[in-house]
């Protein structure tokens, strides 16, 4: 059963650092991994995804990386601001049973001005 | 594109209650998909579709169905509310499962 692990569960730091935001998981037989922003109250927003044959994406500050024979993506994000407060979500589609993406529980992220 | 909408926003029931969540997207995806999302457990997946007339079960499907008439469409409905459905219910698309999963802004439940 694919297993998903995002550490630490709560992350805050000062304005300005670089940070990561890391996400385990169980089978490497994945299709894609993809990472979401969720403000509280609100639905998940679609940061990047990564197809299992790529090793990186970027959008703007952040890059997202994946290692799937580690079973490890990691989410970067440069120069943090407090609008990038939110929890940060990674979920993996499997290869078998494609139609269901499996979620991490969230990194909780608080930047501080 | 309005992309993925959900009505209503909220929603409160008492036990026994039944209703329909309302799911559309104006993207022309095939796939759609029902996950709730609950403290301390994550999304979990409910129903999903991979086309009009399509649907299958997720893993947490017990006390809701759903329908895919139309490819803009995805209803789920709660046959006879109960107290463990309270939950914020999201709606999902993709054209297809290589692609962006994009969701809907979710609906919070209430079943007293």
């Known amino acids: 059963k694919q297993e998903v692990t995002q550490i630490p569960a709560a992350l805050s730091v000062p304005e300005g650092e670089n940070l990561v935001l890391n996400c385990s998981f169980t089978?490497?037989?994945?299709?894609?991994l993809q990472w979401f922003r969720q403000d509280p109250g609100k639905g998940l927003t679609s940061l990047l995804l990564?197809?299992?044959?790529?090793r990186e994406q970027t959008s703007g500050r952040l890059n997202a990386s994946l290692d799937k024979s580690s079973g490890r993506s990691t989410l970067y994000i440069a120069a943090s601001q407090p609008g990038d407060s939110a929890t940060y979500l990674c979920?993996?589609?499997?290869?078998?049973?494609?139609?269901?993406?499996?979620f991490g529980q969230g990194t909780r992220l608080t930047i501080n001005p | 594109n309005a992309g993925v909408t959900q009505t209503p926003k909220f929603q409160v029931l008492k036990t026994g209650q039944s209703m329909t969540l309302q799911c559309a997207q104006d993207?022309?995806?095939?796939?759609m998909s029902w996950y709730r999302q609950d403290p301390g457990m994550g999304l979990r997946l409910i129903h999903y579709?991979?086309?009009?007339?399509?649907?299958d079960q997720g893993e947490v499907p017990n006390g809701y169905n759903v329908s895919r008439s139309t490819t803009e469409d995805f209803p789920l409905r709660l046959l006879s509310a109960a107290p463990s459905q309270t939950s914020v219910y999201f709606c999902?698309?993709?054209?297809?499962?290589?692609?962006?999963?994009?969701f809907g802004p979710g609906t919070r439940l209430t079943v007293l």
């Open positions: 999902a698309s993709s054209n297809d499962r290589a692609n962006t999963q994009y």
């Open positions: 089978d490497s037989a994945i299709y894609n």
């Open positions: 990564i197809q299992s044959s790529q």
């Open positions: 979920a993996v589609r499997k290869i078998q049973g494609a139609q269901k993406l499996v």
């Open positions: 993207m022309n995806h095939e796939y």
């Open positions: 579709s991979v086309g009009a007339g399509i649907t």
